[in-house]
């Protein structure tokens, strides 16, 4: 459905780019070989394809959206290295590849060929190279930059139209980095007896489309950050976190009998709050930033396709208090897991799925026009894992910019006992990168003073 919103082979809006930093040379060749292992393989049961869409691209016809084989398919017209002409004499470090992340979400897709990429970076400069590491004292002390060039960047780049979050994590993880099977992210869900889910499938037949449409029907945000049409600019402005321990945001949960994501969320909404506020915009105490969120549904396949429902999440920005923050979110989550809402808007997608193109196209900018961001969060190995040419330092994904509305996109992965997160804004929303900088900057803050029991408000 996401094709629908879109124009893949001049202004794509539902890219996603999956980062992942290797201690080694990558060179095109390994990642060829990969990816041929990749296309060839097989479902075990039927023998059919694993992965077909990735020698597959898409067209329309009388306003229908088809698959169609890419007769001359190529892994060349998908892997290649990093054009760094625009970066000469520059240190390719930090700041050079969050602007490559930046033109690469919205570069256009080949005609007639898969929508997908892999990108490689060579002679990457980690941060810790150009800035230093900090000492006990949060002092920044230099450190041997003998070892800079052995550092490399794979940017895999995908259209949403095919995969969800889960699928092309699983895919990388799978078929280019060596983890084992019990380490690859999947999601969790609630446990239910066999009766509880005959009931649940039975109240679905009957509360479902209610839950739906009157999920869409739902006023739009009306707080400062919400992007009208009019305000779009296409110009995305972007701010990372550097890696934060994952025992940190568990031990939050646990002192709070909260939910890893739930520490998150509750996080995140103190952060825009004291932004707001410092910025003197108008924050009131029923004030709501609503947020797609995407989640999964139960028995997700290792294939790749969308199985999951977007659902929205009210991060409540107008309680000053952060434990009653936290508490909210915690009855958000546990009711929409417990509910029929993310089961009946996965089920509604094959219906829309068959419409024609321009009513998906209206339907999803409608759903999504409901909400002034998107916040993804996704698990990785919890292990450090083997790339092609060395062990992978580091990853992270960047989002395309849906639709007028979608002003800013939270996006967080947690792999290998760290946790990362990377703000996206239309300028429309916040004008540089040092202001999501600044928005970043008061949401670590908020994880502190959770850390801390400082709950200052």
């Given amino acids: 459905m996401f094709y629908a919103i879109d124009d893949i082979t001049t202004c794509p809006k539902s890219s996603i780019v999956v980062t992942l930093v290797f201690k080694g040379q990558l060179k095109k060749e390994m990642m060829i070989k990969c990816f041929e292992k990749s296309v060839t393989k097989q479902l075990p049961k039927t ?24 007769n001359e398919f190529s892994s060349e017209n998908h892997i290649k290295y990093v054009d760094t002409t625009q970066f000469k004499g520059e240190i390719l470090d930090e700041k050079v590849l969050s602007e490559i992340e930046k033109r690469l979400v919205q570069e256009p897709y080949l005609e007639k060929r898969s929508p997908w990429c892999i990108n490689i ?26 070892n800079v060039e052995q550092y490399s960047v794979a940017l895999f780049k995908v259209h949403h139209s095919f995969v ?6 699983n895919l990388i993880m799978r078929e280019f980095v060596d983890v084992p099977e019990g380490q690859l992210s999947m999601p969790s869900f609630p446990k239910r007896s066999l009766l509880r889910t005959l009931l649940i499938n039975l109240v679905l037949i009957f509360k479902g489309p209610y839950d739906t449409v009157s999920d869409c029907m739902m006023e739009h945000d009306t707080n400062p950050w919400y992007l009208t049409r009019e305000r779009v600019t296409n110009i995305i402005n972007s701010a990372t976190s550097q890696r934060i321990p994952t025992q940190k945001i568990k031990s939050i949960a646990k002192a709070n009998c909260a939910s890893f994501t739930g520490v998150v969320v509750a996080a995140i909404s103190g952060g825009i709050r004291r932004y707001m506020l410092e910025r003197g915009e108008k924050v009131e105490p029923k004030s709501m930033f609503t947020c797609l969120a995407p989640f999964p549904v139960q028995g997700h396949p290792d294939t790749l396709g969308n199985y999951v429902s977007d659902c929205y999440v009210n991060f409540p920005i107008g309680i000053s208090d952060p434990l009653l923050r936290l508490k909210d ?31 998906v196209k209206y339907c999803m900018e409608f759903a999504m026009s409901k909400s002034t961001g998107i916040f993804s969060s996704f698990p990785c190995p919890r292990e450090e894992s083997m790339g ?17 509305g979608i002003g800013i996109q939270f996006l967080a992965l947690n792999y290998n006992k760290g946790w990362k997160l990377k703000i996206q804004a239309d300028k429309g929303t916040l004008a540089s990168d040092a202001e999501v900088g600044a928005l970043l900057a008061h949401i670590l803050k908020e994880l502190d003073n959770y850390e801390s029991n400082s709950y200052d408000v």
């Fill in 329 to 359: 979110v915690e009855r958000q989550l546990h009711e929409i897991k417990h509910s029929t809402l993310a089961l009946s808007s996965f089920a509604m997608q094959p219906i829309f799925g068959g419409l024609y193109h321009w009513m």
């Fill in 47 to 70: 023998k059919a394809l694993m992965y077909p869409e990735l020698k597959r691209y898409l067209v329309k016809w009388l306003g229908f959206v088809f698959w169609k084989e890419d």
């Fill in 121 to 146: 970076l060579q002679n990457y400069v980690p941060q810790e190279f150009t800035q230093g590491v900090q000492d006990a004292n949060k002092n920044f002390v230099s450190v041997d930059s003998s």
């Fill in 164 to 169: 969800d979050g889960f699928s092309i994590l």
């Fill in 388 to 404: 092609p040419c060395g062990a992978v330092m580091d990853t992270y994904f960047t989002g395309g910019h849906d639709s007028p």
